[in-house]
């Protein structure tokens, strides 16, 4: 007798999920499904399980190919499953290539076809839908973009679309998706939007992705243009769509407890923020040669204004920009200077200078050191007068942290898109607003 072995959440049970147990099944003549648990889910970082585990059990029972089902509770269980239920086969979908090879000592591994299109015949009866997402742009962000989105249940990439439809091509074969040149047979296919092109591209891609009914995803920043943001924000609103700027930190767990902890007053009224991100990139980069929408403020001016705009608002009496710039004119360094009433702030990025990635928030009574790279708030202190009192904080932050926004997006799509605290339309507009205020000063 041949025993197959395979794992997985199964939530919001799917055509995707019934095709892999099925082709499980006839692997061998004895089937064991593990399912996980949800704190098993929540530490390898999958987020958003929205149906219950007995749920999650009957749906794979009612399939019929499950001789035996399992709880998966922990990360290493594989293994040891293997051995005690002596298993001649491990599979799972080709979303996971590479990842099982390990347990090739115990057993054969098969890397299953993972299922395309996720139809809507099985999901019409569940309560909640799948939402199927579509990539408009193939560059860097969206390769980490895919693996991300595989860690957040409710949401499946269903194709890439690129104007350049060989790049689309090269894209969707690398992560088993479709690849559309035809933009209306690609709105037809998906239901919301995650937009990676180039930035000055957002603005027509946005419009028109709402034009289609679709809720949009877009990397920041958002748009270029204070007067494009708000008609944007205007049209979702309009049409009833979600439109969210995906700056992932201001989603990330350890970002959140800071500013609950800097807003509560142990440190006193916040007088003075300063943030720093810095990257190199290549010479050659398109982000130092792209004249027009190049430069490190434009690329990572987004991030280092978040916290400004959080802690101190966006009613600030000045802001100035001060630039170190290449012999193209692009800036290889930036540092921006915001006066409030009664408060200041300072925001420095670059591409081609490498500082310290730390945030500090100075307030009445102690300041918050958070620790480089403060982007992902994984660690951070508040200092008081007396130099021996230290609280010191730390949070998770998984992966490359796009999970995070990708789970917002799809909470505020479930929630009527009510809930924007995190990054409000507000301040993606101001943030807008400044990056068109840059570009001025650029040019002048
Ligand atoms: N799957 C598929 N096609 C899809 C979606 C999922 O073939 N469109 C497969 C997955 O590759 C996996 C199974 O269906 O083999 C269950 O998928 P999930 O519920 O998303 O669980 P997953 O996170 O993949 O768990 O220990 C857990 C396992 O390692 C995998």
Not at 238 to 250: D, M, N, P, Q, Y
Request: net charge neutral.
């Amino acid at each position: 007798m041949i025993k197959v072995i395979t794992y997985g959440t199964f939530d919001l049970f799917h055509e995707g999920h019934y095709r892999l147990l099925k082709r499980a099944k006839a692997l061998g003549d004895y089937l064991i499904v593990g399912v996980t648990t949800e704190s098993y889910d929540k530490t390898r970082g999958k987020l958003g399980v929205v149906d219950s585990i007995i749920t999650r059990i009957e749906n794979v029972k009612k399939t019929g190919f499950a001789d035996e089902v399992i709880i998966e509770e922990a990360a290493g269980q594989k293994f040891n499953d293997i051995k005690k239920y002596h298993i001649d086969i491990f599979t799972v979908g080709s979303d996971w290539t590479g990842c099982f090879d390990y347990l090739k000592d115990c057993c054969k591994v098969v890397y299953l076809e993972r299922t395309r299109n996720i139809s809507s015949t099985m999901l019409r009866e569940q309560r909640q839908q799948i939402m199927r997402i579509g990539i408009i742009g193939n560059g860097r962000i969206a390769n980490r973009f895919v693996p991300e989105v595989k860690l957040v249940s409710g949401v499946s990439v269903q194709g890439a679309y690129n104007p350049r439809v060989h790049s689309a091509e090269r894209f969707a074969e690398k992560w088993e998706i479709n690849a559309y040149e035809d933009i209306e047979r690609f709105y037809d296919a998906i239901d919301v939007v995650y937009i990676a092109s180039p930035h000055s591209s957002h603005y027509d891609y946005i419009k028109g992705a709402l034009e289609h009914g679709k809720h949009v995803l877009c990397e920041k920043p958002l748009v270029l243009q204070k007067r494009q943001a708000e008609e944007a924000f205007a049209n979702a609103k309009k049409l009833g769509l979600v439109l969210f700027e995906g700056i992932k930190t201001a989603y990330c767990p350890g970002f959140q407890k800071l500013l609950g902890i800097a807003c509560s007053g142990v440190i006193g009224t916040i007088r003075n923020v300063e943030a720093c991100f810095t990257k190199l990139e290549r010479e050659d980069s398109r982000e130092l040669t792209d004249t027009l929408y190049g430069g490190s403020f434009i690329e990572l001016g987004s991030y280092v204004m978040l916290p400004i705009l959080k802690l101190m608002g966006a009613g600030y009496e000045s802001i100035s920009f001060d630039s170190i710039n290449g012999e193209n004119g692009l800036d290889l360094f930036t540092r921006v200077t915001l006066r409030y009433q009664n408060g200041l702030a300072t925001a420095t990025c670059g591409l081609g200078v490498k500082s310290e990635g730390r945030l500090l928030i100075a307030g009445t009574k102690g300041y918050i050191l958070v620790e480089a790279p403060w982007w992902k708030t994984t660690y951070f202190e508040v200092h008081y007068e007396d130099v021996n009192r230290v609280d010191k904080y730390s949070e998770v932050f998984l992966g490359d942290g796009l999970r995070y926004e990708i789970s917002e997006f799809l909470f505020r799509i479930n929630h009527g898109g009510k809930e924007d605290f995190k990054l409000t339309r507000g301040e993606s507009i101001t943030l807008a607003g400044i990056m068109e205020q840059f570009l001025e000063t650029r040019q002048e």
